[in-house]
């Protein structure tokens, strides 16, 4: 059961491996409502990132049909599924993003990430052990809602991004994906970007409003604002082109607020490095 692993602690490192591991910074981007700018944001972070000079690995792991893949043009040739199958490497799985930032195109292998014999389990946890010295930042494409697979990468990354609008169905459906997140996978911390806002000061509203509610109603858990992103029509012009909008659009008002985003992500990184490291989120998620 996820509640009673929630407080199970792992080993940083594993023994034999040695203490000088690199970790790891594992961050969700996630969304009560469908449809806010997830798939957008994580292809416009990693992009960010990689100028400067992270190196970063993006997991989609959304079941949607709008997958990061499609949205960049890209046309992976094998999933996780391969590698499970034991008929790839991960090295032949990964993709290269703008930037050159490396994507895992999961989808449509992650129903079974859930069913795993030990076996292959150990083989994931094995090929994904190999790329902690490759990288500096796994960011998650979650999907939208609360299904259990959206649960299972927020419980397992030690960083969530709760992407909001200001859609009052957004908002309520944050709240929702908050509350069970809070109550039966015993998270508490959670970074509240804000898209879609007019402008600062209506995004810096919805953060207060939803940060209240979850004050008021579930008391615990504590949300930081991480920033905001706003309106902006060279979004969706990027996403036909199948580019990000900071190649396409550099000088539009998305892109410098997802610079800033970027910025902000980074400029506090000391707590995710207490919890562990790709290891630690891939076991974490297998072992809900
Ligand atoms: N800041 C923005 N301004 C205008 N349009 C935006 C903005 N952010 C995202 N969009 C547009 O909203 C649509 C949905 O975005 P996206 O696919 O990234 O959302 P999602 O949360 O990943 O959706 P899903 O839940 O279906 O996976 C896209 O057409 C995208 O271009
Ligand atoms: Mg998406």
Redesign the pocket.
């Known amino acids: 059961m996820a509640q009673d692993n929630a407080t199970r602690s792992f080993p940083q490192g594993r023994p034999g491996r040695g203490s000088s591991r690199r970790r790891i910074r594992v961050i969700s981007v996630t969304?009560g409502?469908?449809?806010?700018?997830?798939?957008?944001?994580v292809a416009n972070l990693a992009l960010a990132l990689c100028r400067m000079e992270q190196r970063v690995l993006v997991l989609d792991a959304?079941l949607?049909l709008?997958n990061l893949d499609v949205?960049l043009g890209l046309n992976p040739r094998y999933t996780i599924d391969h590698l499970l199958r034991g008929e790839r490497t991960l090295e032949e799985i990964l993709i290269q993003g703008p930037g050159g930032f490396k994507l895992l195109p999961a989808a449509s292998g992650i129903p079974e990430l859930t069913e795993l014999d030990n076996t292959q389990r150990l083989l994931l946890l094995d090929e994904l052990d190999a790329l902690r010295d490759r990288f500096d930042v796994l960011l998650i494409?979650t999907?939208?809602g609360i299904s259990s697979n959206v649960m299972y990468f927020n419980y397992a990354a030690m960083e969530k991004v709760v992407?909001v609008t200001n859609e009052p169905t957004s908002l309520t459906d944050a709240y929702a994906l908050i509350k069970v997140l809070t109550s039966r996978y015993k998270q508490k911390r959670f970074k509240v970007l804000v898209?879609?806002a007019q402008n600062a000061k209506e995004a810096e509203r919805i953060y207060r409003h939803l940060s209240l509610v979850v004050d008021q109603f579930l008391g615990s858990p504590s949300l930081d604002y991480l920033g905001w992103?706003?309106?902006?029509?060279q979004?969706?012009a990027?996403?036909r082109k199948q580019r990000t909008v900071l190649e396409c659009f550099p000088e539009s008002a998305?892109s410098g607020r997802l610079l800033e985003v970027a910025k902000a992500l980074m400029a506090n990184e000391g707590e995710s490095f207490l919890e562990g490291d790709i290891r630690f989120f891939w076991q974490r998620f297998l072992e809900h």
């Open positions: 969304s409502k469908g449809g806010v700018g997830k798939t957008s944001v959304d949607g709008a949205m494409d999907g939208a992407l898209n879609s992103i706003p309106f902006d029509k979004m969706p990027a996403v998305a």
